[in-house]
C-alpha cells in the first residue's frame, strides 16, 4: 500500500484515528497523509478571519508533524490543506495521488465532539473512491493492529466483492478472518445465495493460505448479531459493502451500512462495489 489518507479537524476523535492510522501504515509500509478540510462558507468568515482560521490549522499540522513524524516507521508523514465540502475534498485527494484507502474518525450515535468528522464519517464512506476505515474515539489501539476479522457474507452478489481486500489485509497482518454466513429468511433460494458465497469466500481464503472459521447466523437484527459476534471473538476490524440499493437481500447495504458505522465499536471497512480494489505494499 503506497498512501493511507487520515482525515483530521483536530478533535480528539480525529487525533486518535490519525493514532490508529499511523499503526496501520507502518504494518503496511506506506506513506499517511492528514487532510484537513475548510468547510466555512467565505461569507461566514472575514478575510481576516479566513486566514487566521488556516493559519491555525497550518500551525496545528505542524505541531503533529513534529509529535508523530517519528512514529511513522517506513513512510512519510505529511499534511493537505482543502477548501469546500469535507467528504468531497478528502475524496479528491484520495484521487489526487490514487490512496488505497481512507482512515476516519467517528464520534458513534454517542458521541459527543461536535467537529465535522464524526458527522461526515458516513458521507466520506459513501463518496470515496477507496475503502474507508471507520474507527470510533474510544476503540483501543493494539499495537500488534488486525488480528480478527469479520467477513459477514448476506445474499446480495456484491457481498463477494469485499473478499479480496479483507484476504490481502489478513495475509499482511497475519491475521484470521471469520466468515459469518447471515441468514435472515427460512426461503430455500435465499439461503442457497448465501451458502454459495460462502463457500465462494471459503475457497478464495484457503488458497489465499488465510486461517478462517465459519459462523452461522440466523436472526432478524443482524446489525446486533454480528456485533456480538465481533465481541465474542474479539474483533479488530468488520468489512461490509456500502452500496445503495433498495433490495431487501442486499441486508448489509445502504442503510444497514450506516447502522454499523454508527453503531459499531469495532473499526468498520467500508468497500463500495466499484472494482477489486488491490493493496500495493510497493
Same mark, same amino acid.
Given at each position: 500500500?503506497?498512501?493511507? @489518507? ?22 503496511? /509500509? ?12 467565505? *461569507? ?21 508533524? /513534529?509529535?508523530?513524524?517519528? #512514529?511513522?516507521?517506513?513512510?512519510? #508523514? ?23 484507502? @481512507? ?18 464519517? $458516513?458521507?466520506?464512506?459513501? $463518496?470515496? !473512491? ?21 467477513? !459477514? ?9 469485499? &473478499? ?14 471469520? %466468515? ?9 433460494? @435465499? ?10 469466500? *471459503? ?13 452461522? *447466523?440466523?436472526?432478524?437484527?443482524? %446489525? ?26 442486499? &441486508? ?19 468497500? *463500495? ?10
Amino acid at each position: 500500500m503506497k498512501d493511507i @489518507i487520515v482525515a483530521i479537524d483536530f478533535s480528539k476523535g480525529s487525533l486518535h484515528a490519525l493514532d490508529y492510522a499511523i499503526e496501520f501504515a507502518n504494518h503496511l /509500509k506506506s506513506n499517511l497523509m492528514m487532510v484537513w478540510v475548510n468547510n466555512q462558507l467565505s *461569507q461566514e468568515l472575514f478575510n481576516g478571519e479566513v486566514n487566521e482560521y488556516k493559519d491555525e490549522a497550518a500551525k496545528n499540522f505542524d505541531e503533529l508533524l /513534529k509529535a508523530k513524524k517519528d #512514529l511513522l516507521t517506513h513512510g512519510k #508523514l505529511t499534511y493537505k490543506m482543502r477548501k469546500g465540502k469535507v467528504y468531497q475534498e478528502i475524496a479528491a485527494q484520495a484521487k489526487a495521488i490514487n490512496a488505497t484507502l @481512507i482512515i476516519a474518525g467517528t464520534h458513534g450515535v454517542t458521541g459527543y465532539e461536535e467537529f465535522w468528522i464524526g458527522s461526515n464519517a $458516513y458521507r466520506i464512506v459513501s $463518496y470515496a !473512491p477507496c475503502p474507508v476505515i471507520t474507527v470510533r474515539y474510544d476503540f483501543m489501539i493494539k499495537p500488534e493492529g488486525v488480528r480478527n476479522i469479520i467477513l !459477514p457474507i448476506d445474499s446480495s452478489a456484491d457481498t463477494r466483492q469485499k &473478499i479480496p481486500f479483507a484476504v490481502q489485509l489478513a495475509g499482511v497482518f497475519d491475521a484470521q478472518i471469520h %466468515i459469518v454466513a447471515l441468514f435472515t429468511t427460512s426461503l430455500k433460494l @435465499i439461503q442457497h445465495r448465501v451458502e454459495n458465497s460462502v463457500r465462494i469466500a *471459503q475457497k478464495y481464503i484457503t488458497d489465499a493460505g488465510i486461517k478462517y472459521t465459519l459462523h452461522n *447466523q440466523h436472526a432478524d437484527n443482524i %446489525i446486533n448479531s454480528t456485533l456480538e459476534y465481533a465481541q465474542l471473538v474479539d474483533a479488530d476490524l468488520i468489512a461490509i459493502m456500502t452500496e445503495q440499493e433498495t433490495d431487501a437481500s442486499n &441486508i448489509l447495504l445502504g442503510p444497514f451500512a450506516q447502522q454499523m458505522v454508527n453503531y459499531s465499536h469495532v473499526p468498520v471497512l467500508s468497500i *463500495q462495489p466499484k472494482e477489486i480494489y488491490q493493496i500495493s505494499t510497493r
